[in-house]
């Protein structure tokens, strides 16, 4: 929300922002509620491709004809 937006909501009462709160907190606490295995496992999938796409990232430079390419400095 942009600052000149705040206007158009200046309207709300303290009960109002309250009740948006606790509508936030309710939808939250869903999400949070329905975490599991499968999304345990699906972000464990995420890491290890990234780690083989940096794999692969380094020896492709790495093999590259050209040889700054191969010093890979700053990398972790």
């Known amino acids: 929300m942009a600052i000149a937006d ?11 922002v309250e009740a ?14 329905r975490r599991g295995q499968y999304d345990a496992d699906y972000i464990r999938t995420m ?3 990234q780690r083989r796409l940096n794999v692969a990232a380094r020896v492709t430079l790495f093999g590259s004809r050209i040889p700054p390419l ?4 700053g990398w972790s």
């Open 6 to 16: 705040v206007k158009e909501f200046a309207h709300l009462t303290d009960a109002d």
């Open 20 to 33: 948006i709160g606790r509508e936030l907190d309710a939808i939250r606490a869903d999400v949070e509620e």
């Open 47 to 49: 890491i290890t491709w």
């Open 70 to 73: 191969w010093r890979c400095e």
